[in-house]
């Protein structure tokens, strides 16, 4: 298991990849600052 | 929840395991607009088609947050009717976390899982007793009273 969350970053390709592992998504919406 | 939540190893294994793990900025046209984005952090769970089945806003501790994706996960397969799949979550939920906040919600739902897949109504008087047993001061104790009247 990798040491920190892989991230998916582009919102088209997570709806791409949750279809085709049969999984859902967790959207978080997050400010660096 | 970057700096606390997200690098606790319990949470990174659930996260890559369980769901796909999406990170946008509060700033993400049209996105933001489409979810209502007010404030961060704001965590959904939604699934392959956009669909928003569980929410919330602010801080979560590592603690309560696999509790947290246990629950939307469970309303999830529960919205789409797939029980079977919505009970492990609850199952597991209420099982390993039972202290979490997300607990009351998941004993309700399991209550009504249950119903919904048998027809018999064992599984919410048995809701009813174990959130007034348990958790008696939950939203969720009042919202299941009414299954104490069941025959």
């Keep these: 298991m990798p040491d920190k969350v892989q991230w998916v970053l582009d919102y088209k390709e997570a ?12 959207l978080d919406f997050f400010n660096p600052e | 929840m970057d700096t606390v939540t997200y690098p606790n190893q319990k949470v ?18 049209p996105y933001v607009s489409d979810y209502g984005v007010k ?9 392959a088609e956009g669909k928003v089945y569980h929410r919330a806003v602010g801080f979560i501790a590592p603690v309560d947050f696999i509790p947290w994706l246990l629950l939307g996960m469970g309303k999830a397969f529960f919205e789409k009717d797939l029980f079977k799949e919505a009970l492990e979550c609850f199952e597991t939920l209420i099982t390993e976390y039972s202290y979490s906040g997300s607990a009351p919600e998941a004993v309700f739902l399991r209550g009504v899982a249950q119903y919904k897949s048998t027809h018999q109504v064992d599984g919410l008087k048995n809701a009813y007793r174990v959130l007034q047993e348990q958790y008696p001061g939950s939203d969720w104790a009042k ?9």
């Design chain 1, 15 to 26: 709806l791409a990849k949750a279809k085709f592992e049969g999984k859902f998504i967790l």
């Design chain 2, 12 to 29: 990174i294994d659930f996260l890559q395991k369980r769901v796909i793990p999406l990170q946008l900025l509060s700033n993400a046209e």
């Design chain 2, 39 to 47: 404030w961060t952090p704001n965590l959904l769970i939604i699934d």
């Design chain 2, 143 to 151: 919202r299941a009273y009414p299954y104490w009247l069941l025959p």
